[in-house]
């Protein structure tokens, strides 16, 4: 059983990897707009880099996709946990999480596009989704909140990020989940917050520097995202 779950492990931070890397606004902006989005602005292929520089239809395209990969590896990797492991103790849920972990590397190193993609936030916000629909919903008002008062995309995220953890363990105790899956899961939900803060650093930066972007500006030419 040792070698199971160590295989398991493997396959889904693979499978999750994977799947990260297929990132949406730089295939988008190379589809739509014949230019890569990562030359542009902040260099970032997320929503907000492509909103400033394409506009909205190409912002909603990429947070689609990023979404649905979330999703997507959060499925997959529930699904081969429940295959892999019939009879273990560990929630398939827990799998799902490592994936969510490995799709959020790969949105932000993504091995298609020179290891160099986006923040990760998206791709977070679709396993998100995904593995506690309720927690979703909950870090979406917090955000919706946050970006009514302030219009600041970035400050969002990071309050967003920062919460995951903690709502997403109050969800599998809420649950019922055992303990080892609890453990597992708070892990890599911790694991996955810090990825997404970490990835805004620059954005940190800035806020604390008071010249972040407010949604809705005019871009700067100097400015970056």
């Known amino acids: 059983m040792g070698m199971q779950v160590v295989l398991a492990i493997v396959l889904v931070a693979v499978v999750g990897y994977l799947l ?29 880099n492509m ?10 395209l990429t947070a689609t996709g990023d979404v649905a990969k979330g999703v997507v590896a959060v499925f997959v990797a529930s699904w081969l946990f429940r295959v892999l ?38 791709v977070g916000g679709g396993v ?27 400050l969002g995220s990071i309050i967003v990020a920062a919460l ?19 453990v597992l899961i708070g892990i890599c939900s911790v694991i996955m917050a810090a990825m997404v803060i970490w990835m805004h650093r620059s954005n940190i930066q800035r806020l604390r520097a008071g010249t972040e972007y407010r949604f809705g500006e005019k871009k700067k030419s100097k400015e970056k995202e």
């Open 85 to 122: 492991l019939p009879d273990s103790a560990i929630e398939p849920m827990a799998g799902a999480y490592i994936a969510g972990i490995f799709a959020i590397i790969g949105h932000t190193k993504p091995v298609w596009f020179g290891f160099k993609g986006g923040k990760g936030v998206l």
């Open 51 to 60: 909103i400033r520089n394409y506009g909205k239809l190409a912002g909603a």
């Open 20 to 48: 990260g890397s297929i990132v949406f606004g730089v295939l988008i902006s190379k589809a739509l707009y014949h230019d890569d989005v990562r030359t542009h602005g902040s260099g970032s292929a997320g929503m907000t």
């Open 128 to 154: 998100a989704l995904a593995t506690g629909p309720v927690v979703c919903v909950v870090l979406v008002l917090v955000f919706a909140v946050e970006f009514a008062i302030t219009r600041i995309v970035s």
């Open 164 to 182: 995951y953890p903690v709502i997403t363990l109050v969800f599998w105790v809420w649950h019922g989940a055992d303990l080892l899956s609890l």
